[in-house]
């Protein structure tokens, strides 16, 4: 089958088609720099991740993704207030935070990323169209806020299908100043308290735009009139991209072919968020689980479920890791060959030539199913534990003929080149070189009391051998085994791996 999404304004799983041959422009709404980003926040970017690199690997497509940053808004100025610190600081602080937890997590750099800030004339220039066609007022009380006027917008609650009658007043602006409680904030007019740096110059008065201006004018200004792809997290649907949508299509542009929107990540049932409480932020985790670990476990459920967060659920992740990690080691020293490149051989043949097999492709081509495609994964994984224990047993690791070792690199390839494209290939330099190391961690505690108590077995059986007392040695083998721990046999002694 061919790529199908799951559009979110149509709810309808639809074959995708680029508007132009060959390229696809993707939106998406970065997180508001007000406070450092939890797992929550960066869940999106993860999911997003995916999609591009199964674009480009998978379908050779060639992908511009904007991803904005909104450096300027209400909690911006509340919190930097509070803080005694300038609104702008305080934003580009935690811009960088969030720039930093991003890159730990091997999230790609978009193709361009840019500031609400830095576009202030194209937000007017939007403004201005809507004025003219009339589906925008300035309020009559001298605040200067300009606002959408939602009634004259046939279209408005198409997105996720509502009725105007049914929906809660927009709560951005003083209500005084609206024609409609549900109209929302195009540009907010400066009010006293507020910096006077947080305000431009604009035909209705000094101010700064509104949030849902910002993305229409940015995502129009890299991508143009028609892009193909806008997503975002679920919570984003109402009100953001609604807006987004009516005014930017009030204004005589196509704007976004398909919307997709990926689940919260939830404790106790609870969406993820600094007000719960329950926040966990991306470099207080990874100062003890792996960065690796932590992008596998955010990446490897559905983008469209949500993911529960739970005492155990980053140690599974862990394991699942180890497995994997444990086979490419065993598979490469085999094979005699660096992981460095088996990559960069596997990146430049690309999914057209085969490196995918058919039922990953046919998983990730299924709305990006990574469940299903992991568990290809975890099949080749096996098959090429299989493969290894056969040359093992088959005498030292040397041993063997062409076609077994044909075969075990053609699965290593197929394993690296999946987990590529799902952004947690354990050779990928990129972890290598600082951001996949572990961290000094309760696991680390744990993978080094295993590797001792292996070790121990290991000798024993040893032991057992040399003393001819097979029976033993096999028993001690069986009982690793069960446990999940394969023995290899090599000319240099036993190895082992979790399975």
């Known amino acids: 089958m061919s790529l199908h999404l799951f559009d979110t304004a149509t709810r309808e799983l639809r074959p995708f088609e680029p508007l132009r041959p060959g390229c696809v422009g993707v939106y998406i709404c970065g997180l508001t720099t007000q406070g450092s980003p939890h797992i929550g926040h960066v869940r999106f970017a993860v999911a997003f991740d995916i999609l591009r690199r199964w674009l480009e690997r998978g379908h050779g497509y060639d992908v511009t993704l904007v991803r904005n940053v909104t450096d300027i808004d209400d909690k911006i100025l509340t919190k930097s207030a509070q803080a005694d610190r300038p609104w702008w600081a305080w934003s580009y602080l935690h811009e960088r935070e969030t720039a930093k937890a991003l890159d730990l997590l091997g999230v790609l750099p978009p193709t361009y990323e840019p500031r609400a800030t830095g576009h202030i004339t194209e937000q007017l220039e939007l403004i201005g169209t809507l004025l003219e066609k009339g589906h925008a007022y300035a309020a009559e009380d001298g605040s200067g806020d300009v606002y959408f006027d939602v009634r004259s917008w046939p279209g408005y ?45 604009a035909p209705s008065g000094r101010g700064r735009p509104g949030w849902h201006l ?125 992981g460095a490149a088996l990559t960069d051989e596997v990146r430049a043949e690309d999914g057209r030539h085969g490196v995918f097999p058919e039922a990953f492709r046919a998983a990730m081509d299924d709305d990006l199913n990574v469940s299903e495609a992991l568990a290809v994964v975890f099949g080749a994984v096996r098959e090429g534990n299989k493969l290894l224990e056969a040359r093992s047993a088959g005498g030292s690791a040397g041993s063997g003929d062409g076609a077994d070792v044909g075969a075990l690199r053609h699965t290593a390839a197929q394993v690296v080149a999946m987990l590529d494209v799902l952004g947690c290939n354990p050779l990928d330099p990129g972890w290598s070189a600082g951001a996949g190391q572990p961290a000094e961690s309760g696991q680390d505690r744990g993978r080094q009391v295993l590797e001792a108590l292996v070790a121990e077995r290991l000798q024993a059986r040893a032991q057992a051998r040399q003393d001819k007392d097979f029976a033993t040695a096999d028993a001690i083998r069986d009982q690793l085994s069960d446990l999940g721990v394969v023995i290899e046999d090599t000319a240099t002694g036993a190895r082992w791996a979790l399975r």
Not at 172 to 183: L, N, Y
Not at 295 to 307: D, F, T, W
Request: proline share 5%; aromatic share 8%; net charge negative.
């Open 214 to 338: 910002e993305c229409s004018a940015m995502a129009r200004k890299y991508l143009g009139d028609a892009f193909d792809i806008h997503g975002g997290g679920v919570d984003l649907r109402f009100p953001h991209h609604e807006n987004e949508q009516a005014q930017s299509r009030a204004a005589g542009l196509p704007f976004a072919g398909t919307w997709l929107h990926n689940a919260w990540v939830t404790v106790k049932g609870a969406k993820m968020g600094k007000s719960l409480g329950n926040a966990l932020a991306v470099t207080e985790l990874t100062r003890t689980v792996r960065p690796l670990v932590l992008r596998y476990y955010l990446g490897a459920v559905h983008y469209r479920s949500v993911i529960e967060y739970g005492e155990g659920s980053l140690a599974e992740a862990a394991a699942s890791v180890e497995r994997v990690e444990g086979f490419l080691t065993r598979a490469l020293e085999t094979l005699g060959e660096s």
């Open 157 to 201: 609650g198409e997105l996720t299908r509502q009725r105007l009658e049914d929906m809660e007043p927009a709560g951005d602006a003083d209500p005084r100043g609206k024609r409609d409680p549900r109209d929302f904030a195009l540009w907010k007019g400066h009010k006293e308290g507020e910096p006077e740096t947080a305000s431009w110059p």
